[in-house]
């Protein structure tokens, strides 16, 4: 059993590594603000599922608090810490930067600060696709230059992806940060387009489809996702004067510090076009659909190189869009009772 220190644990692939670690035997803290950015009822939803369990604890407050983190932290005594608390959401970004600043670039700063205090296992961080930017080489692969943010969102993404590299280098912090591609499924966010679109068509709304539908998603099930977290832990990056005669070919390690980045996606875009027939075929009914230019800090396709992970690791992500989507629509309907 190891302990393992999660923030985010409210949260969509918080909740989820959470349920997953305690039903392996370890126990876990969950750190949250509970912030208001979407339904707090669906977040608070999710904690009193996992207060259910044993060996679940968790505390209520903000990441910029330094002082309450640190004595979470401090009291729970982690093995291990897993970040994936962050202001979310590309649209949102363009209204309230100053959220993302605040959440992902501080909030980083003071796990990273924790980080360097108590003697770690292994750090992990969340970042996004999205730092990849106007890439358009695809498969996106981890050491791709990643220097064309398109929106605030991702750039703060890439910039605590810099800080964790050089606090790995720095204080010797066992670190991997791991890049999610279009993650979905059931307890997803209301502002993810899989809730949006299943909660229009069954309410005779219209949904929008941005370029014109012309866009390609990896989409990636969040079970999927948080296996490939899960079998990430264990999988610690050495240091550059330890033993590396044994890293796999295209790894991402740094050769100044024990840092990897680590790409968890299904490494098979879907047309968006195609992902809303899915839905319209799982719910048995035809969406009206508004198709609209791009929006601003987008971009038009995603595709994650996921040789890596499955190096590491032995894991790929597998399921496919019908498997998952038809998971998403049986939690919404059971949830919301539609």
Same mark, same amino acid.
């Given at each position: 059993?190891?302990?393992?220190?999660?923030?985010?644990? %409210? =949260?969509?692939?918080?909740?989820?590594?959470?349920?997953?670690?305690?039903?392996?035997?370890?126990?876990?803290?969950?750190?949250?603000?509970?912030?208001?950015?979407?339904?707090?009822?669906?977040?608070?939803?999710?904690?009193?599922?996992?207060?259910?369990?044993?060996?679940?604890?968790?505390?209520?407050?903000?990441?910029?608090?330094?002082?309450?983190?640190?004595?979470?932290?401090?009291?729970?005594?982690?093995?291990?810490?897993?970040?994936?608390?962050?202001?979310? =959401?590309?649209?949102?970004?363009?209204?309230?930067?100053?959220?993302?600043?605040?959440?992902?670039?501080?909030? !980083?700063?003071?796990?990273?600060?924790?980080?360097?205090?108590?003697?770690?296992?292994?750090?992990?961080?969340?970042?996004?696709?999205?730092?990849?930017?106007?890439?358009?080489?695809?498969?996106?692969?981890?050491?791709?230059?990643?220097?064309?943010?398109?929106?605030?969102?991702?750039?703060?993404?890439?910039?605590?992806?810099?800080?964790?590299?050089?606090?790995?280098?720095?204080?010797?912090?066992?670190? !991997?940060?791991?890049?999610?591609?279009?993650?979905?499924?059931?307890?997803?966010?209301?502002?993810?387009?899989?809730?949006?679109?299943?909660?229009?068509?069954?309410?005779?709304?219209?949904?929008?489809?941005?370029?014109?539908?012309?866009?390609?998603?990896?989409? !990636?099930?969040?079970?999927?996702?948080?296996?490939?977290?899960?079998?990430?832990?264990?999988?610690?990056?050495?240091?550059?004067? =330890?033993?590396?005669?044994?890293?796999?070919?295209?790894?991402?390690?740094?050769? %100044?510090?024990?840092?990897?980045?680590?790409?968890?996606?299904?490494?098979?875009?879907?047309?968006?076009?195609?992902?809303?027939?899915?839905?319209?075929?799982?719910?048995?009914?035809?969406?009206?659909?508004?198709?609209?230019?791009?929006?601003?800090?987008?971009?038009?396709?995603?595709? %994650?190189?996921?040789?890596?992970?499955?190096?590491? !690791?032995?894991?790929?992500?597998?399921? =496919?869009?019908?498997?998952?989507?038809?998971?998403?629509?049986?939690?919404?309907?059971?949830?919301?009772?539609?």
């Amino acid at each position: 059993m190891q302990r393992i220190f999660i923030t985010g644990t %409210a =949260g969509f692939i918080g909740y989820h590594l959470a349920e997953l670690l305690l039903d392996h035997g370890h126990a876990v803290h969950g750190f949250d603000g509970i912030t208001p950015y979407y339904d707090v009822q669906l977040k608070r939803r999710r904690h009193q599922q996992l207060l259910q369990k044993p060996n679940f604890s968790a505390t209520e407050a903000m990441l910029e608090d330094f002082d309450k983190l640190r004595s979470a932290v401090a009291e729970f005594r982690p093995d291990v810490i897993v970040h994936l608390a962050a202001q979310a =959401g590309v649209r949102y970004s363009l209204e309230e930067p100053r959220a993302y600043v605040e959440a992902n670039i501080v909030g !980083t700063f003071n796990i990273l600060e924790i980080a360097r205090e108590c003697p770690l296992q292994h750090l992990l961080i969340a970042s996004t696709s999205s730092v990849y930017g106007a890439n358009t080489d695809m498969p996106f692969g981890e050491t791709d230059k990643a220097d064309t943010q398109l929106s605030i969102y991702a750039a703060t993404k890439k910039a605590t992806e810099s800080m964790a590299h050089s606090y790995a280098h720095l204080f010797s912090i066992p670190t !991997t940060m791991f890049r999610f591609f279009t993650v979905y499924g059931p307890w997803g966010r209301p502002d993810l387009a899989l809730f949006r679109f299943v909660d229009a068509i069954l309410d005779d709304r219209p949904i929008d489809v941005y370029n014109n539908g012309d866009m390609e998603r990896d989409f !990636t099930f969040v079970g999927d996702l948080v296996r490939a977290i899960q079998l990430l832990i264990p999988v610690v990056p050495p240091s550059p004067d =330890g033993d590396r005669t044994k890293m796999p070919d295209g790894d991402s390690l740094s050769p %100044a510090a024990p840092f990897r980045i680590v790409n968890i996606g299904n490494s098979a875009p879907v047309k968006l076009l195609d992902f809303i027939d899915e839905i319209e075929a799982c719910l048995g009914k035809k969406a009206v659909r508004n198709y609209l230019p791009m929006q601003p800090g987008d971009v038009q396709a995603t595709w %994650a190189d996921a040789g890596l992970l499955e190096a590491l !690791t032995g894991y790929r992500p597998q399921t =496919g869009i019908r498997e998952g989507v038809a998971d998403f629509v049986d939690w919404f309907r059971d949830y919301y009772q539609k």
